[in-house]
């Protein structure tokens, strides 16, 4: 969308410098902060944080999947798990499972708020 009009707003000099030091650290630009701060959204640099952390997660997933992968060929290599060792590593998957699904419901309330 294209910006057409100027707001024109007096503030102290410090208070500016103040204003652009944190869009410097945020790196986002000073109008956004303001606009943002007024219609209370989430900042770009907030989002960016929240899209990288949900990025992370998923990558945990990932590597979570990898490891049964690879204790279920070691299952099949010896022929054998021990009943113990079966009902420790089905447990340990039921919490992946209910986990995930804690995640997914996570993210959608949060794709919900990136949204707005």
Do not use: H
């Amino acid at each position: 969308m294209e910006k057409e009009v100027r707001i024109f707003i007096r503030i102290q000099k410090d208070r500016k410098e103040n204003w652009k030091e944190l869009c410097s650290k945020k790196q986002i630009s000073l109008t956004n902060l303001i606009i943002d701060s007024v219609e209370n959204r989430i900042m770009d640099d907030e989002r960016r944080k929240v899209l990288a952390f949900i990025e992370k997660q998923d990558n945990l997933f990932v590597k979570i999947e990898t490891n049964i992968n690879q204790v279920a060929k070691f299952a099949n290599a010896q022929k054998y798990i021990s009943p113990t060792d079966l009902q420790y590593f089905s447990n340990k998957l039921s919490e992946i499972a209910d986990l995930k699904i804690i995640q997914n419901n996570i993210f959608i309330k949060i794709y919900s708020l990136l949204g707005q």
